[in-house]
């Protein structure tokens, strides 16, 4: 299985947006959930987003709902994480994973990118 790739990390003044992107497949988008997730500094993974095969989402934490969405092509098998009104809180590596375990091909992660919140 093909890790997914992430891009689109940076950095942005507080009130902000950014985009970030994950790409995979046409396969693993309509065959596995991809998930967004962030670590901070000196804290915990955590996942914020994720998308089913079916192309459900769901955005987890009420400090991101209503700031975050997700979106995903599927024929070029990109998942996007939309960020608005953005605060010093969001600053981390943002991770993508595609987690294919329903099909037996396990859990892949990408690299990260970094984001940064600064004012």
């Known amino acids: 299985q093909v890790a997914p790739v992430e891009s689109g990390g940076g950095s942005v003044q507080p009130g902000g947006s950014l985009k970030l992107s994950c790409v995979t497949t046409?396969?693993?988008?309509?065959?596995?959930?991809v998930e967004w997730h962030r670590q901070a500094p000196g804290k915990e993974r955590e996942r914020i987003a994720s998308s089913t095969s079916r192309g459900g989402s769901t955005v987890y934490g009420d400090s991101l709902k209503g700031r975050f969405t997700v979106s995903r092509d599927e024929v070029k098998g990109i998942l996007y994480l939309h960020m608005s009104r953005m605060t010093t809180e969001d600053t981390a590596v943002y991770y993508c994973a595609a987690d294919c375990t329903r099909v037996g091909m396990g859990t892949s992660w990408g690299q990260g990118t970094q984001v940064t919140v600064f004012s």
């Open positions: 046409e396969n693993i988008i309509g065959w596995c959930r």
